[in-house]
């Protein structure tokens, strides 16, 4: 069975369908099928791990003269300035023109990737999101945020370039690697926390593994609460919450992924120590309490999730990696905390010192 998801906008031209299914083979082949009648250019960018792991899924793409393929090595060290030059220069060899089109085939690493060549590309063309991750699934290929790594900051170099549609084929998930299923759930568990008390309470209740009945209506509901919070503010210019709440955890996570060096934590791991860390400050601008603070790590250890860093990072460095944060507004840091298990708001006037104890919270023992 076929589900389909609306991801509307002001100018309904703009509006793509996220469809979810045990194996969404067919319509993507129809999907190719229809661009070649058009005489559009289909080209398709993925991974090595995925390729080596999804044979039979990338056949429904057909052969590489059909659509021809560009193949990344795997991790977080792949959304570079040099891999996207390597992009371009492939799309410029394979004569990609305007009407042409990018199937971006893997997790979070090749959708950012190839979303952002898509936007740049002869100032913009279509592109498809076929999420092969949990993260890429539940979070990644929704909502057009597209971009790279630099080494002052992660996603400084981007745009918002919205796919034509996404493909969410659950099947996939099941040559994931545990670590890698892990990383996702830390994106679940932020949209429990965000948006769906409900859902968090069924994680505490059950921790999500692959085989659970449930998977799949998890992850309609993730993509359904990031339709919804994208759909009322696309390009995160609301002055108060809007698409800011979805990084929740991420301004702490995202300077321990670069601090540490990309790659050295998975996204979704960083992303955990920032849910603890942004509980705590939750905690200490006295909205939520130290009973709810453990109920965040429990679920957090439950699903195989860190909670403290594995080796020492320099809180100078932490700091200042935290300062180009894109949330920041004339120089002001904003955060996102926890006004319940289940509801988040933007908090600006946050000090520098409460930052540092919050970053204490997930120091590395010892
Ligand atoms: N654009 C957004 O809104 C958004 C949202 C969340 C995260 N992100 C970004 O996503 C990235 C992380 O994505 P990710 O966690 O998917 O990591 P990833 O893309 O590196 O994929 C994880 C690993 O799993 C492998 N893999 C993928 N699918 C597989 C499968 N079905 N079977 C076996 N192996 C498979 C990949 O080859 C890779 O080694 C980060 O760069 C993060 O910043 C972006
Ligand atoms: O889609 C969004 O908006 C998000 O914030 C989702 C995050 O999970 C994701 O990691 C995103 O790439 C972070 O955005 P950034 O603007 O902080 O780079
Ligand atoms: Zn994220």
Known sequence: MVETLELSFDDPSRNYPILLGED?????RQTLAALRAEGRRAVLLTDANLAAAQ??????????????????????????VAELARVWDFLAAQRVDRGGVIFAVGGGVVGD????????????????????????????????????????????????????????????LRTLPAREFAAGMAEVIKYGLLADAQLFAQLEAQPLRVTSPELAQVIRRCCEIKAQIVRADER??????????????????HAVEQVAGYGEYLHG??????LVAA???????????????????????????????RAPLPIEALISAMQ??????????????????????????????????????????A
């Open 24 to 28: 969404l083979s067919a319509p993507l």
């Open 55 to 80: 044979p039979a899924f990338l056949k429904n793409f057909g052969t590489e003269t059909e659509t021809p393929r560009l193949v990344f090595a795997a991790g977080e060290g792949t959304k570079s």
């Open 113 to 172: 990737l190839a979303g952002f060549a898509a936007a740049s590309w002869q100032r913009g063309i279509s592109f498809y999101q076929v999420p092969t991750t949990l993260l890429a699934m539940v979070d990644s290929s929704v909502g057009g945020k597209t971009g790279i790594n630099i080494p002052a900051g992660k996603n400084l170099v981007g745009a918002f370039h919205q796919p034509r549609a996404v493909f969410v084929s659950t099947a996939l």
């Open 236 to 253: 995160e210019t609301a002055l108060e919450g809007g698409r800011a709440l979805l990084n929740l955890g991420h301004t702490f996570g």
């Open 269 to 274: 791991e960083a992303v955990s120590l920032g």
């Open 279 to 309: 509980a705590e400050l939750s905690r200490r601008l006295g909205h939520i309490d130290t009973a709810a603070c453990e109920r965040v790590a429990r679920v957090l250890r439950a699903h195989d999730l860190p909670l403290r860093l």
């Open 324 to 365: 180009r944060d894109k949330k920041v507004r004339a120089g002001l840091p904003r955060f996102v905390v926890l006004r319940a298990l289940g509801e988040a708001i933007t908090q600006d006037g946050i000090g520098e010192t409460l930052a540092r104890d919050c970053f204490a919270t997930i120091a590395a023992p």
